[in-house]
């Protein structure tokens, strides 16, 4: 049956390991089963206006947030030996992902890697649009849902 993570990041800056949220559903057998949306304090807590304005955190909503290294165990389980999938996730969440953990000196699992744009050939926002799937884009969470539902459209498809 479809049992995979979807997940998703905003970034501090252009450092790619600047994670400052992460938003991961899980589904089991077609249904979701859990989300996970967590603020992550990037290193320094840095932020470049440029990506406040894109996703409206900010150094004031981290400073008291874990550190990635800090949330990894939490998130971990539901991406090594598993089917993940993520909007642009071959450019940017893959990418991020493992760089994020490179910066911290732990090791990328393995997992089987799936993208929703290479899927559709469409930005995230005009896919929801056209399918009516509720969206509050660069909201974390809210980007790996829906992420989450075009992969299940997808896949009963196949």
């Known amino acids: 049956m479809h049992t995979f993570t979807a997940i998703d990041f905003e970034t501090a800056n252009t450092d790619p390991w600047s994670i400052c949220q992460v ?60 089917k993940v999938v993520a909007h642009n996730g071959h450019s940017f969440d893959f990418r991020i992902l493992d760089k994020t953990l490179g910066y911290y000196g732990m090791m990328a699992p393995d997992y089987q890697k799936h993208c929703t744009y290479k899927i559709y050939r469409n930005n995230l926002a005009a896919l929801c ?14 980007d790996a849902r829906a992420c989450a539902r075009l992969f299940l459209m997808h896949l009963e498809t196949i």
């Open 23 to 82: 938003g991961l559903v899980r589904v089991e057998n077609g249904t979701i089963t859990h989300e996970i949306s967590l603020l992550v304090q990037p290193p320094g807590n840095n932020y470049w206006s440029r990506f406040i304005d894109i996703h409206g955190i900010g150094p004031n909503h981290t400073v008291c947030a874990p550190t990635f290294d800090q949330i990894w165990s939490s998130i971990e389980p539901y991406i090594s030996q598993q």
């Open 129 to 142: 649009r056209f399918h009516n799937i509720e969206l509050n884009h660069h909201n974390a969470l809210s």
